[in-house]
């Protein structure tokens, strides 16, 4: 492989790992201070793309502003509805066994699945990717990159950085922190723990929507991608340890380089080697490379 | 006559990251003594009895079952060879009958393992190991009844009597006095008396009273060391204990001496 | 004299807490001579699901054990089965169940050595994954078929000296094979919730720091558990492989495992009437939610109301259905004592 095609691979792989974290942030924060296994969440990730699909139309007519716009409703709508989700639903399940949230969380993608089929169709549809970012880099004379996949890149990184100003920084991060190790003394510290929870929980949504919207130009968008991506999340968690951000973004970025590479160099068994890098680190470590609590 | 040594640490510590829980702690548990582990809260005294049972991991230093090294065996393999311990929460199985809890501790000494198709109940191995357990624990009355609906210091009594199920050599008790009564904790007191003889007991306690009544020897730990070792009388005038505690038990320490 | 024997006989008979399912048995056996051809294929179908909710019964109602990928062994026995078959009538291959079985038992063994090393929630993550590891190798690759499923060559028989005993191309044999498998599945996991090592299960589930501290190695146990569970989910496998004489990826997807836990919370977790009572109460929700004569064209977004009732099943009767006596007593008492 030259340096050329090993650079594309590269800029694929972190491509493919910051997208999979703003996903698999979302999980493991809502696994890690509310408690809550949350299988519907790759069903964020879907109804990010097919609102992509939805909002191209809107994307077109305004040619420039009208897909940052479209960005931004998206991200509304699911702070709206995460939020929404939280006080109807999810706050029901805190108290569950994991069974019975597995399974509750379960019935909810069955319903998610068909309203969206209801809605808006069984059909693949792709996505354009906006005027102004479609065009291609020149990548060491022989090869391109396209501009939108580093796009999607940088503003990855720019949401993980802000996660992680806001984790890190702000009072709501502290009292975030602390919830994931102690739910009880947060409370007891005067910390409203409903509205806590709430916006955790909308948080969560809003990154999964958003990568799901982002990622839509480029995966096209298909009913079974929330599936796929919801497992491949489930993977990068028990790597990176529940309730670790810093665990997630790096289990994001391994798994994307593992399965990029795999998929270019082996790739009978490529999709097999995500499973098989999750059972060496499971020998190694079986809470993850960084656990909290 | 010189005690025969059932457990013995040498030079035990364990570390968390950057905080050393025990350092270096060395103590012997013979045949025949209580032996009281006290200490101010968090000195470790509790880590300490989880590396001793094979909970947690050592980071150093060696532990010795009748002089065989057991530092990497897993708790199990401590348990079957002899090492009982009990919890400072409760962990019995509420749903089953005083019996059926002390039955099954017992099985993990006395069935073949993944015996798949022999009957529960006829175990007689196991049934005679727990009627004996449940007896020596003053249970026998309780037998049948629900483990859930016993007593709090009933229920502690239970914990010890399903330590004793696995007919162990040495017991860790972890606070078995926990939140009793003065008659409960008399009750509880006479059987550790009644155990002495077989068995070598490591008390982990925080009732002073009760430690300098049932005590043979205490241990003294703060911040993760053992600062002292000895009899009842020379721990009560040790000045390293006494500006340790810094007056916590220096005047609550009791003048008379108890049972024993 | 002779009437009060006779009252205390009736008195012991109907005090057995055996009789309904001895009821159910002969309904089930019964059944084939009085139903339509549609009906009696459905019940085949649910039975072949009682056995695979009986053998995770075992992991999650007794063990504790939450696996969401236990539809791995129950696919890769029916893919065993069906690439072992030989290509030939053979004089009898009474030894593909075995083998089946053997295949499923093994999968659990190495896949369960693995899970087993994570606790909790990390647990059902990772069956999780490890199933979707299978669903790719038998869809993704050209082992056995792909997306297209793999045929079954000739439908097994067990003979003797010529004379052929059990012949599972036969559909009512095939049926009365399958009742006979069901009844011995659930007669052995009632033996084993009896003996030492169910009561081992039971205590790890429990409390297992507990059990460890009376000198139980419980991972030994757990693996143990979990390939049984395997090993007995893999003769629902072999089962469904010669029902149809064709297997597809589909039986390894993740809705299989959602479904089979589905089908044991419906049911009543913890005991094994409950497991097979959630099966038929779950494949007769499904047939209702598909029925075009009920629903008519909105038939087809059958998932709809599936997932609602999978949510208010589990959130309004999460003990299932087996403890619905007791739950609606709770309910009446309080309402009998105000009055």
């Known amino acids: 492989?030259?340096?050329?095609?090993?650079?594309?691979?590269?800029?694929?792989?972190?491509?493919?790992?910051?997208?999979?974290?703003?996903?698999?942030?979302?999980?493991?924060?809502?696994?890690?201070?509310?408690?809550?296994?949350?299988?519907?969440?790759?069903?964020?990730?879907?109804?990010?793309?097919?609102?992509?699909?939805?909002?191209?139309?809107?994307?077109?007519?305004?040619?420039?502003?009208?897909?940052?716009?479209?960005?931004?409703?998206?991200?509304?709508?699911?702070?709206?509805?995460?939020?929404?989700?939280?006080?109807?639903?999810?706050?029901?399940?805190?108290?569950?066994?994991?069974?019975?949230?597995?399974?509750?969380?379960?019935?909810?993608?069955?319903?998610?699945?068909?309203?969206?089929?209801?809605?808006?169709?069984?059909?693949?549809?792709?996505?354009?990717?906006?005027?102004?970012?479609?065009?291609?880099?020149?990548?060491?004379?022989?090869?391109?990159?396209?501009?939108?996949?580093?796009?999607?890149?940088?503003?990855?990184?720019?949401?993980?950085?802000?996660?992680?100003?806001?984790i890190a920084r702000t009072r709501v991060g502290m009292a975030i922190r602390a919830g994931a190790t102690n739910r009880e003394m947060?409370?007891?510290?005067?910390?409203?723990?409903?509205?806590?929870?709430?916006?955790?929980?909308?948080?969560?949504?809003?990154?999964?929507?958003?990568?799901?919207?982002?990622?839509?130009?480029?995966?096209s968008v298909y009913p079974g991608m929330g599936n796929q991506v919801l497992i491949v999340s489930f993977v990068v968690v028990v790597i990176g340890g529940i309730g670790s951000i810093r665990g997630a973004l790096l289990a994001s970025l391994l798994v994307g380089f593992v399965d990029t590479f795999g998929n270019v160099l082996v790739p009978q068994i490529a999709g097999v080697l995500v499973y098989v890098l999750m059972a060496a680190i499971l020998l190694w470590r079986p809470e993850g490379l960084f656990r909290t609590g | 006559m010189p005690a025969e040594i059932l457990l013995e640490s040498i030079d035990l510590s364990r570390r968390f990251g950057g905080l050393l829980a025990v350092d270096r702690a060395s103590l012997t548990l013979a045949r025949g003594e209580v032996h009281a582990l006290i200490g101010t809260n968090g000195a470790g005294k509790s880590t300490l009895v989880n590396v001793l049972s094979g909970e947690i991991a050592a980071s150093g230093g060696k532990v010795r079952l009748s002089g065989c090294d057991v530092t990497r065996w897993t708790q199990p393999r401590r348990a079957r060879a002899g090492l009982g311990r009990s919890y400072?929460?409760?962990?019995?199985?509420?749903?089953?009958?005083?019996?059926?809890?002390?039955?099954?501790?017992?099985?993990?000494?006395?069935?073949?393992?993944?015996?798949?198709?022999?009957?529960?109940?006829?175990?007689?191995?196991?049934?005679?190991?727990?009627?004996?357990?449940?007896?020596?624990?003053?249970?026998?009355?309780?037998?049948?009844?629900?483990?859930?609906?016993?007593?709090?210091?009933?229920?502690?009594?239970?914990?010890?009597?399903?330590?004793?199920?696995?007919?162990?050599?040495?017991?860790?008790?972890?606070?078995?006095?926990?939140?009793?009564?003065?008659?409960?904790?008399?009750?509880?007191?006479?059987?550790?008396?009644?155990?002495?003889?077989g068995h070598a007991v490591l008390l982990v306690e925080h009732d002073m009273d009760a430690v300098f009544r049932i005590a043979d020897r205490?241990?003294?730990?703060?911040?993760?060391?053992?600062?002292?070792?000895?009899?009842?009388?020379?721990?009560?005038?040790?000045?390293?204990?006494?500006?340790?505690?810094?007056?916590?038990?220096?005047?609550?320490?009791?003048?008379a001496a108890g049972i024993g | 004299m002779k009437f009060r024997r006779f009252a205390i006989l009736v008195q012991q008979t109907s005090a057995w807490r055996g009789w309904p399912l001895a009821v159910a048995v002969v309904v089930l056996a019964v059944f084939p001579h009085v139903g339509g051809d549609f009906y009696v294929d459905l019940v085949l179908t649910t039975m072949i699901l009682s056995i695979f909710a009986l053998s995770l019964e075992l992991l999650v109602g007794r063990t504790g054990l939450v696996s969401f990928g236990h539809a791995a062994f129950f696919g890769i026995a029916a893919y065993a089965t069906a690439l072992l078959s030989p290509s030939g009538a053979a004089p009898s291959h009474a030894w593909l169940l075995p083998a089946g079985v053997a295949t499923a038992a093994l999968a659990a063994a190495v896949i369960g050595a693995f899970c087993l090393r994570a606790r909790g929630v990390?647990?059902?993550?990772?069956?999780?994954?490890?199933?979707?590891?299978?669903?790719?190798?038998?869809?993704?690759?050209?082992?056995?078929?792909?997306?297209?499923?793999?045929?079954?060559?000739?439908?097994?028989?067990?003979?003797?000296?010529?004379?052929?005993?059990?012949?599972?191309?036969?559909?009512?044999?095939?049926?009365?094979?399958?009742?006979v498998l069901l009844v011995l599945v659930y007669a052995v996991l009632a033996a084993i919730g009896r003996s030492r090592f169910g009561y081992a299960l039971a205590?790890?589930?429990?409390?297992?720091?507990?059990?460890?501290?009376?000198?139980?190695?419980?991972?030994?146990?757990?693996?143990?558990?979990?390939?049984?569970?395997?090993?007995?989910?893999?003769?629902?496998?072999?089962?469904?492989?010669?029902?149809?004489?064709?297997?597809?990826?589909?039986?390894?997807?993740w809705h299989q495992s959602g479904a089979v836990l589905l089908m044991l919370i419906l049911g009543g977790i913890g005991t094994l009437r409950g497991a097979v009572l959630g099966a038929f109460v779950f494949v007769l929700m499904k047939e209702l939610f598909q029925s075009e004569a009920l629903f008519g064209a909105f038939a087809k977004h059958w998932q709809l109301p599936l997932g609602l009732a999978v949510i208010a099943c589990v959130a309004l009767m999460p003990n299932g259905i087996v403890a619905l006596p007791t739950q609606l007593r709770r309910f009446r008492a309080p309402l009998l004592n105000a009055g």
């Open chain 2, 88 to 197: 400072q929460r409760t962990t019995i199985f509420a749903h089953a009958s005083v019996f059926e809890n002390c039955r099954l501790a017992a099985q993990a000494h006395f069935q073949r393992a993944y015996d798949l198709w022999s009957d529960a109940t006829r175990c007689s191995d196991a049934t005679r190991a727990a009627e004996q357990a449940i007896a020596q624990a003053n249970l026998s009355a309780q037998a049948r009844r629900v483990a859930g609906t016993l007593s709090h210091g009933q229920k502690r009594q239970l914990e010890i009597a399903m330590c004793l199920a696995t007919g162990p050599s040495v017991l860790l008790l972890d606070e078995p006095l926990a939140g009793m009564g003065p008659e409960e904790t008399d009750r509880m007191l006479l059987l550790l008396e009644a155990l002495k003889p």
């Open chain 3, 122 to 179: 990390y647990f059902i993550m990772v069956t999780l994954a490890f199933a979707q590891m299978t669903y790719f190798v038998f869809h993704d690759t050209k082992l056995a078929g792909g997306s297209d499923g793999l045929y079954l060559n000739v439908k097994p028989a067990l003979t003797l000296d010529g004379i052929t005993i059990v012949d599972l191309r036969n559909p009512r044999t095939f049926y009365y094979a399958t009742l």
């Open chain 1, 1 to 166: 492989m030259d340096f050329a095609v090993f650079l594309v691979q590269c800029l694929n792989a972190v491509q493919y790992g910051l997208l999979l974290f703003l996903v698999a942030s979302g999980l493991t924060l809502i696994f890690g201070i509310l408690g809550v296994i949350n299988l519907a969440h790759g069903s964020f990730y879907m109804i990010g793309a097919y609102l992509a699909y939805a909002l191209a139309p809107l994307a077109a007519a305004h040619s420039g502003g009208g897909f940052p716009a479209a960005l931004a409703i998206g991200v509304v709508l699911s702070i709206v509805f995460g939020y929404v989700l939280e006080w109807v639903f999810v706050s029901y399940l805190y108290e569950r066994e994991h069974l019975q949230q597995v399974l509750m969380t379960y019935g909810l993608i069955l319903v998610f699945e068909e309203l969206r089929s209801i809605a808006l169709g069984d059909d693949v549809h792709g996505v354009a990717v906006p005027e102004w970012l479609a065009g291609s880099v020149p990548l060491g004379g022989v090869m391109t990159y396209p501009v939108y996949r580093l796009f999607m890149s940088g503003v990855c990184l720019l949401v993980a950085l802000a996660l992680y100003a806001v």
């Open chain 3, 203 to 253: 205590g790890i589930r429990a409390n297992e720091q507990r059990m460890r501290a009376a000198g139980f190695s419980t991972y030994g146990y757990k693996l143990a558990a979990f390939t049984l569970a395997g090993a007995l989910a893999g003769i629902a496998g072999f089962l469904h492989a010669v029902k149809d004489g064709f297997v597809s990826p589909e039986i390894l997807a």
């Open chain 2, 218 to 255: 205490i241990t003294v730990m703060v911040s993760g060391r053992v600062i002292a070792t000895g009899e009842p009388a020379a721990i009560r005038g040790n000045a390293d204990v006494q500006s340790a505690y810094l007056g916590e038990i220096g005047d609550d320490m009791p003048q």
């Open chain 1, 186 to 219: 947060v409370q007891a510290l005067g910390v409203d723990i409903r509205l806590l929870y709430r916006i955790v929980f909308a948080a969560g949504v809003a990154l999964a929507v958003f990568a799901g919207m982002l990622a839509a130009p480029v995966t």
